[in-house]
Structures are given as C-alpha cells and as structure tokens.
C-alpha cells in the first residue's frame, strides 16, 4: 500500500557531506512524522532526526549541528543533509513514515524504507 525509497547513501571521506532522500508513495491519506534511522553493525537502531508535517524537527545529540532534516509536503518527502561526517555516522540509513491510508483512513501505522548504506572512511 505505501513504498518507502531511499537514495543518496554511498561513500564519503571525513569531513564530507551526504543528503539523503525518501519519498513515499501508494494510497496515502496523510502522513504525520517522517524520520531517519540508523543501525551500525553489532548496534540497535537508533533514531536520528525526526520532523512533524508542521515542523519543529528532532535531532540525536551526536548529530546536532551537523544534519539537517527537512520534508516536502506537497511530495511526501523526507531529506536529511549530513554535512562534517565522521567515522562513527556509518550505518545503515532508513527512513520511517507515520502514515494513514486511503483504506485505513483513521489508523495511522508504521512503514520504513529498504534502508542506504552510509560509509565514512578515508
């Protein structure tokens, strides 16, 4: 019913920038908030930034002043800029909707993305 897809992972040297993206589709009524997570190997999945359809966004202390999370409403979009990367952001990244559907028009459930490989590594 709702497909999550991602893009914009790959490799990126110390110091560098990535910007990822997530745009949903499918039988979407509306969509509260839209997230990033990360896992890194032998790690539990973590949230790293969150936003509101209104904004006001929600951001993990390691990544505060670094990522920026933004969204498009109008495209159900979800983007995270990730600039001064470090060693430790490498992860898998996925994104997360809070979404309602045109069939379940008053349930709101969870959907995530396949996930994009972010590497840090010189």
């Known amino acids: 019913q709702v497909q999550l897809v991602e893009s914009g992972g790959g490799l990126v040297q110390p110091g560098g920038s990535l910007r990822l993206s997530c745009a949903a589709s499918?039988?979407?009524?509306?969509?509260?908030?839209m997230g990033w997570y990360r896992q890194a190997p032998g790690k539990q999945r973590e949230l790293v930034a969150a936003?509101?359809?209104?904004?006001?966004?929600n951001y993990a202390d390691s990544v505060k002043g670094r990522f920026t999370i933004s969204r498009d409403n109008t495209e159900n979009t979800v983007y995270l800029q990730m600039n001064s990367l470090k060693t430790e952001d490498t992860a898998v990244y996925s994104c997360?909707?809070?979404?309602?559907?045109?069939?379940?028009?008053?349930?709101?459930?969870?959907?995530w993305g396949q996930g994009t490989q972010v590497t840090v590594s010189s």
């Open positions: 499918g039988s979407i009524l509306s969509i509260k908030t």
């Open positions: 936003i509101p359809p209104g904004g006001g966004t």
């Open positions: 997360n909707a809070v979404v309602a559907t045109i069939r379940s028009p008053l349930t709101f459930h969870d959907y």
